[in-house]
C-alpha cells in the first residue's frame, strides 16, 4: 500500500510558477506510475500529467503541454510538478496518484492510491 502526501500549492498570479511535490510512503514507490490530476470546482477530477516509474516516459494534458513538467525522484520517493506561466484556468485542487500499471494512465481508474490533494488558486 501506498500512502500519498501533496505539498506546494498556494496562491500565484497569473504568469507565475508554483511546484508541487507528492511525497510516497512505502518501500515500493519506483514500481509505480505516478500521475497528478487537478479538480476544480463543479468539474470533473481531470488528467494533468504521468510518468512510468523509471522517469524515463512523461505524459501530458494537452492543456499543460509545455508549460507544466513532471519529474519523479525515486530515492526520495517523490513525485514533482512543476507548473509555469501558470494561467486561472489552472486553478484548482491538485491530486497525485499512484498506478501499479507500468504506463501511467488518463483517467481516474486506472490509479490504486491518491493523496488529499493540495490547492492551487491564480490570481488574474
Known amino acids: 500500500q501506498v500512502q500519498l502526501v501533496e505539498s506546494g500549492g498556494g496562491l500565484v498570479q497569473a504568469g507565475g510558477s508554483l511546484g508541487l511535490s507528492c511525497a510516497a510512503s512505502?518501500?515500493?514507490?519506483?514500481?509505480?506510475?505516478m500521475g497528478w490530476f487537478r479538480q476544480a470546482p463543479g468539474k470533473e477530477r481531470e488528467f494533468v500529467a504521468g510518468v512510468n516509474w523509471s522517469g524515463g516516459r512523461k505524459y501530458y494534458a494537452d492543456s499543460v503541454k509545455g508549460r507544466f513538467t513532471i519529474s519523479r525522484d525515486n530515492a526520495k520517493n517523490t513525485v514533482y510538478l512543476q507548473m509555469n506561466s501558470l494561467k486561472p484556468e489552472d486553478a484548482a485542487v491538485y491530486y497525485c496518484a499512484a498506478s501499479i500499471a507500468l504506463v501511467p494512465g488518463a483517467t481516474k481508474a486506472e490509479y490504486d492510491y491518491w493523496g488529499q490533494g493540495t490547492q492551487v488558486t491564480v490570481s488574474s
Open positions: 512505502g518501500r515500493t514507490f519506483s514500481s509505480y506510475a
